[in-house]
């Protein structure tokens, strides 16, 4: 069993940056592949990134390419996500997720765990 809490949401202007955090409790962690997803209001939730048990291998939707970037810490159990140059389209509650096998494509469908979501607001 592995719990997920996200965190380092906010309200941000556009161009600015923000680093989500996500804590993973369960001493398997370091086995999951990680990924962050996000689901604006009205729109289905989407994948951004994610990253394997090592961290070696990392994989981002088009539209956060060059500007965000996931990494992990598994002595402190822990996946972050670095957003740069944010603009209004990436509002959205980013979701933390784990999958016990890493892909270049996640779907949500293959997530065994969840996070709760944490806010991230850009303005104009």
């Known amino acids: 069993q592995v719990q997920l809490v996200e965190s380092g949401g906010g309200l941000v202007q556009a161009g600015g940056s923000l680093r989500l955090s996500c804590a993973a409790s369960?001493?398997?962690?370091?086995?999951?592949?990680m990924a962050w997803f996000r689901q604006a209001p009205g729109k289905e939730r989407e994948f951004v990134a994610a990253?394997?048990?090592?961290?070696?291998?990392?994989t981002y939707t088009n539209s956060v390419k060059g500007r965000f970037t996931i990494s992990r810490d598994n002595a402190k159990n822990t996946v972050y996500l670095q957003m740069n140059s944010l603009k209004p389209e990436d509002t959205a509650v980013y979701y933390c997720?784990?999958?016990?096998?890493?892909?270049?494509?996640?779907?949500?469908?293959?997530?065994?765990?969840w996070g709760k979501g944490t806010l991230v607001t850009v303005s104009s």
């Open positions: 997720a784990a999958d016990g096998l890493f892909t270049l494509t996640p779907m949500t469908r293959d997530m065994d765990y």
């Open positions: 369960g001493r398997t962690f370091s086995t999951y592949a």
């Open positions: 990253i394997n048990w090592s961290g070696r291998s990392t």
